[in-house]
């Protein structure tokens, strides 16, 4: 499995070069839903072919309640759906009544936009459907293996700096998530990485990352050896 080798690489390598902060995200919104509900801060499932490995790291019950809100802020909705239009690409009928984080793939194949707890729902429901045999969102084929990994921190700041000026007394969520599968002819790797910076009473004042989202192709070993890059949307 190269390409989990890669996914662990790509981590590494973003969770060292956070992208700086821009202005107050316009039109960004917080699903209060999502921002109450439950998320384990860890879960590892590493036997067999469909894996995942989830660490979400906060030191109290404070920073766990940031991090709920980080992963619950979305992008506007409006801004997804123009870019599926404009670049002819595929939503899916499940993207009529629900927060938005990605604009393009169905199943298996959604690519994220932005790394939410929506995001981490899907792919993680993928993984456990997968785990069941139940393959039906995955073009009624079976897949060889998939592989899910999701980290995320929070860090008080006393400054955060970023374009045009800088923040006092923040915390800083990085959110990093990778989702790789083998459908026998080729291993799409995807990789997401986010940063949204908080006041000490959860105000969501600046969001890095989305729409920043890498995609690499393999080839599946089943078939070859090679590789397409591509940088996304």
Same mark, same amino acid.
């Given at each position: 499995?190269?390409?989990?080798?890669?996914?662990?690489?790509?981590?590494?390598?973003?969770?060292?070069?956070?992208?700086?902060?821009?202005?107050?995200?316009?039109?960004?919104?917080?699903?209060?839903?999502?921002?109450?509900?439950?998320?384990?801060?860890?879960?590892?499932?590493?036997?067999?072919?469909?894996?995942?490995?989830?660490?979400?790291?906060?030191?109290?019950?404070?920073?766990?309640?940031?991090?709920?809100?980080?992963?619950?802020?979305?992008?506007?909705?409006?801004?997804?759906?123009?870019?599926?239009?404009?670049?002819?690409?595929?939503?899916?009928?499940?993207?009529?009544?629900?927060?938005?984080?990605?604009?393009?793939?169905?199943?298996?194949?959604?690519?994220?936009?932005?790394?939410?707890?929506?995001?981490?729902?899907?792919?993680?429901?993928?993984?456990?459907?997968?785990?069941?045999?139940?393959?039906?969102?995955?073009?009624?084929?079976?897949?060889?293996?998939?592989?899910?990994?999701?980290?995320?921190?929070?860090?008080?700041?006393?400054?955060?700096?970023?374009?045009?000026?800088?923040?006092?007394?923040?915390?800083?969520?990085?959110?990093?998530?990778?989702?790789?599968?083998?459908?026998?002819?080729?291993?799409?790797?995807?990789?997401?990485?986010?940063?949204?910076?908080?006041?000490?009473?959860?105000? =969501?004042?600046?969001?890095?990352?989305?729409?920043?989202?890498?995609?690499?192709?393999?080839?599946?070993?089943?078939?070859?050896?090679?590789? =397409?890059?591509?940088?996304?949307?």
């Amino acid at each position: 499995m190269n390409a989990v080798l890669a996914i662990l690489a790509m981590l590494a390598v973003l969770a060292t070069e956070a992208a700086p902060a821009t202005a107050a995200p316009s039109g960004y919104f917080v699903d209060s839903t999502q921002a109450a509900a439950e998320r384990p801060a860890d879960r590892v499932v590493d036997d067999g072919a469909f894996t995942l490995t989830i660490h979400r790291k906060y030191s109290n019950a404070f920073e766990e309640h940031l991090l709920d809100i980080a992963e619950a802020t979305y992008p506007p909705r409006d801004r997804l759906i123009a870019i599926s239009i404009e670049r002819g690409l595929e939503m899916g009928s499940d993207s009529a009544r629900t927060s938005l984080w990605w604009c393009d793939g169905l199943g298996a194949a959604r690519v994220p936009y932005a790394v939410t707890a929506g995001a981490l729902a899907h792919y993680t429901r993928m993984t456990e459907r997968f785990r069941a045999h139940n393959f039906w969102e995955a073009w009624a084929h079976n897949l060889f293996w998939t592989d899910l990994v999701y980290r995320a921190t929070v860090e008080r700041r006393d400054q955060y700096d970023f374009e045009g000026g800088s923040i006092s007394n923040v915390y800083v969520v990085e959110m990093n998530l990778a989702w790789a599968y083998d459908d026998g002819t080729f291993v799409p790797v995807a990789t997401a990485h986010r940063v949204v910076v908080l006041s000490p009473d959860g105000a =969501v004042l600046a969001v890095a990352g989305d729409g920043e989202t890498v995609e690499k192709v393999y080839f599946s070993s089943h078939r070859g050896i090679g590789r =397409v890059e591509t940088q996304m949307r």
